[in-house]
């Protein structure tokens, strides 16, 4: 029982529940003002933005200190990753083999949103009455994804090529072990930190799920419950068919995985971001026997170009707005839904909203499906953020676990010993 009581996975669960019940039964609670007026401030290059209801508060502040941490955690790792590794051919090789496999991975996640879509038709019966104009005019004004903003908002990304570059540059340097000597005890402090702050996940995790159901109250689901059905359904069968079997060829378990990594995935659960998570992922996958440096590249890299979950719901929202304003689409069409999200998808985060500008961009470019249909997906887009954020942290771990076996660079004792 003291074993129980001091594990931070019972915690969060308890915490994920009482949220929940907090949200259905005492909204009043979750959204008591702590704050008048919003409130936003600078704080090491993170801007935290904090709502004006406790619960609110609880689950931003939790995810901002966490934010905190990742950025000099991925320098770290990478920088120190490819100076130790002292080959930058390998490192090289190791970044195409992961953007290779992120794009067939997502391309196969694509494709599966679109044939459940149009097997289980979610988007029939649902009353396009709702859908208003007014309410989607920040959405219809971009003709196209912007990636120049894309990349100057996604802090992570900017970051990793800095890494990139440094480790490049003091890999050949006579500087190299004064480097990695300066580098370790920073970052054995940082890790030292963070595993502090996520002492106090259980309060983040109440906090999101007790804003998310006393906001929008669980009775908003069900107009749009095949949808979400349908997007839980098919995420399940990607987890558990095409990870596994991703994971299969390299003898290695994805209950196993699940199980190693059950803490993570309740606190991106209880907050709906999967970068709550991702300095405690990289640290566990470093554990589990993957390699430094393909850590260090592939689970950074994966959180803007192997969007698993968002894909799938991407390619599932196309279709559902399609049946839900009865209009049918062509087999041309249906490809360039994928070719075009193929592509934009890769932005679909790091840039708060992107998402929606996705899909906006997506039924601007095939020009048949109205543009206020995005407002069918606005009141259920928040529960479905959950099975998403999950959905991606799982891909990205499996990505780290198959290239580093792909690569040699997998210890499996260290996995046996961990699983």
């Not at 490819?82 to 991975?105: C, D, H, P, T, W």
């Not at 190693?260 to 907050?271: D, K, P, Q």
């Not at 049918?328 to 592509?343: E, K, N, R, W, Y």
């Amino acid at each position: 029982m003291k074993k129980l009581f001091s594990n931070l996975t019972f915690w969060v669960l308890i915490s994920i529940v009482a949220g929940i019940l907090v949200g259905q039964f005492a909204p009043q609670i979750a959204l008591y003002p702590v704050l008048d007026e919003p409130w936003k401030k600078r704080f090491f290059g993170q801007e935290l933005e904090l709502g004006v209801s406790l619960s609110e508060f609880l689950g931003k502040l939790f995810i901002s200190v966490v934010k905190l941490f990742i950025n000099p955690i991925i320098f770290l790792t990478i920088t120190l990753g490819i100076i130790s590794m002292g080959n930058l051919k390998k490192v090289g090789r190791i970044g195409v083999k992961a953007l290779l496999y992120f794009e067939v991975v997502s391309t196969f996640a694509l494709i599966a949103g679109v044939i459940v879509a149009w097997i289980i038709r979610p988007g029939h019966g649902v009353a396009t009455h709702r859908a208003d104009e007014a309410k989607v005019s920040q959405f219809a004004s971009t003709g196209g994804f912007d990636w120049v903003y894309f990349f100057k908002e996604n802090s992570t990304l900017q970051v990793l090529i800095v890494a990139l570059i440094a480790g490049i540059v003091f890999s050949g340097s006579s500087y190299r072990h004064r480097v990695i000597s300066f580098l370790q005890p920073i970052g054995k402090v940082i890790f030292s930190a963070l595993h502090k702050v996520m002492l106090l996940a259980p309060a983040g995790a109440f906090g999101g799920m007790a804003f998310t159901i006393s906001k929008y109250g669980i009775s908003a689901l069900v107009p749009l419950a095949k949808l979400m059905s349908a997007v839980y359904a098919t995420m399940l069968i990607f987890i558990f068919l095409v990870l596994w079997l991703i994971l299969r060829h390299y003898r290695i378990s994805i209950y196993k995985l699940l199980k190693y990594i059950r803490e993570e995935l309740l606190i991106v659960l209880g907050t709906s971001s999967s970068e709550a998570a991702l300095p405690s992922l990289m640290e566990k996958m470093e554990q589990m026997g993957c390699s430094k440096p393909v850590v260090g590249l592939v689970v950074p890299a994966g959180y803007s170009f192997n969007l698993d979950g968002t894909t799938i719901y991407l390619s599932m929202a196309m279709i559902f707005l399609a049946q839900a304003f009865h209009i049918h689409l062509s087999l041309a069409q249906i490809f360039t839904i994928i070719g075009i999200l193929m592509v934009t998808s890769k932005g679909a985060a790091g840039v708060a909203g992107s998402g929606f500008v996705v899909l906006a961009t997506t039924i601007t470019a095939i020009k048949v499906i109205p543009m206020e249909g995005l407002v069918l997906l606005l009141g259920v887009d928040r529960f479905m953020s959950e099975a998403r954020a999950i959905t991606n942290f799982i891909g990205n771990s499996v990505a780290a676990v198959w290239i580093a076996n792909n690569e040699k660079e997998f210890d499996r004792e260290k996995m046996n010993r961990i699983l």
